[in-house]
């Protein structure tokens, strides 16, 4: 009987013990994650309505299913989102893994409803307003599990996992792997020895430093990735009324001028709630999330810039870590908020100024200040001129009471260096989902497990 360690238990672990259960694996599997039991992490912001620090570990960014059990619960079914994985394996081998693992994302109660999966007269209409203005309109259709749900679905895997023979340590930390002779024998989980046959990291976008590290320390192959940095805007509903409707999502992607950076949209969250997340080193950085039943009056979404980075730097996660931890204390350590016609105007945003407008945050908690002030120029430059090609597809988009919310930030590993197996240079040592540089989302990240658990099934 084989031992398989899954350090990390996000989508790409769950799936990948998931779909060895489904092949009938006689493996002895066991999943070490040092958050804790889906059912046992609750964020007390909930009831204070301020960020509590929660220590040793944000709930929000650990435990069971990582930050998607709290996510806005987005599943894209398409290959062209999410990632790099389908470069690795080949588009149409992605596109059926998605769909397949799609299937069992509904077999545990995911919607079925899928948005934006047909063309209609008012997509073609905002697909040409988007060409017009520069941008690219990405077709990916949608199932939307929101936050409470997503909850559910995450509790019934891990009860799944559980009854079936899947060990899972909660409340562990991995902090070193073990490596001898080129070959990967296992981890050390809170000073202790776990020895195993086949090492899976997955350890997720929070873990994707600790991987970094580990490939620094232990010469597991890598080569330099991309980083996202940008900002999450908010909106009045009316404003994204029609793009809502019609698609739910819109992913939309240009190369404004100057420097033509990519910039993209990402998470939108319709009727939805600006929230903050931490990081282990007390890092505050912002994301968003919608319920199916509970709705603010706003939409909330991501537009993030990428850069890449070559010789001599080697390091774009301590880069955009840098970028938050400048953005952190400007805000006192909480996320930091501005209205576009103040940075048009070139002045701070007052923090009595956000109750003389339409449009009231959700996140209650964050401190008006100037962003500008933090993110790097280019950068702020390329969202700018975003906004603006934005604002000829969502007339009203730029307006002077849209807010922006500081840092927005995507840890993308430095790219893992993996055949077609995921097999890496260290023999026995795999590396999958958002901590590997592969995938960017709950979807893929999931889809990368099914492919992995295939891979395992026939060595």
């Known amino acids: 009987m ?71 619960g987005k599943l894209s079914l398409s290959h062209d989102v999410g990632g790099d994985f389908p470069t690795l394996v080949g588009e149409q081998v992605a596109q059926d893994f998605i769909d397949y693992t799609d299937k069992i994302y509904l077999e545990f109660g995911a919607d079925t409803k899928v948005e934006g999966a047909q063309e209609t007269p008012e997509i073609r209409e905002i697909r040409k307003a988007a060409t017009i203005a520069g941008l690219k309109l990405v077709d990916c259709p949608i199932r939307h599990l929101g936050t409470e749900r997503a909850h559910k679905l995450y509790y019934d895997i891990e009860q799944y996992l559980i009854k079936n023979g899947v060990k899972i340590l909660f409340d562990k930390n991995c902090s070193d792997i073990i490596i001898e002779n080129g070959e990967c024998k296992g981890a050390v989980v809170d000073g202790t020895n776990i020895y195993a046959d086949e090492i899976i990291v997955a350890t997720g976008r929070k873990g994707a430093d600790w991987l970094d590290e580990m490939c620094r320390v232990h010469g597991i192959g890598r080569e330099a990735g991309v980083v996202d940095i940008g900002v999450r805007v908010e909106v009045r509903n009316e404003i994204m009324e029609k793009v809502n409707k019609a698609l739910y999502e819109s992913k939309l992607i240009g190369y404004p001028k100057p420097f033509r950076n990519k910039v993209r949209t990402f ?117 700018l001129g975003f906004i603006e090609q934005m604002d000829k597809v969502v007339p009203g988009f730029a307006s002077d009471e849209t807010l922006l919310y500081a840092p927005e930030l995507k840890f993308y590993s430095n790219r893992v260096k993996m055949d077609k197996d995921l097999n890496t240079n260290v023999k026995h040592l795999h590396c999958l989902g958002d901590a590997s540089g592969w995938t960017r989302g709950l979807m893929m990240s999931s889809a990368m497990g099914v492919y992995m658990a295939r891979k395992l099934m026939k060595k």
């Open 2 to 72: 084989r031992k398989i360690l899954i350090i990390g238990a996000g989508p790409a672990g769950i799936f990948t013990a998931l779909e060895l259960i489904k092949l009938g694996s006689n493996d002895e599997i066991t999943i070490v994650e040092q958050g804790h039991s889906i059912e046992n992490r609750t964020c007390p912001k909930y009831k204070t309505k301020e960020c509590m620090h929660c220590k040793p570990y944000c709930n929000i960014t650990s435990g069971f299913s990582g930050a998607g059990a709290f996510s806005d």
């Open 267 to 383: 998470c939108q969250n319709p009727g939805g709630f600006v929230a903050q997340e931490n990081y282990d080193n007390n890092l505050a950085v912002v994301n968003g999330h919608s319920y199916k039943e509970l709705k603010s009056n706003n939409t909330n979404l991501a537009i993030l810039c990428s850069s890449r980075f070559t010789y001599p730097f080697d390091d774009p996660i301590a880069y955009a870590q840098k970028v938050g931890e400048m953005t952190n204390m400007l805000a006192n350590d909480h996320i930091l908020v501005q209205r576009l016609g103040d940075i048009k105007a070139g002045k701070r945003t007052w923090q009595e100024e956000l109750s003389q407008t339409n449009l009231k945050p959700t996140l209650e908690d964050a401190v008006a200040g100037d962003i500008t002030a933090a993110i790097p120029y280019r950068t702020m430059v390329c969202i």
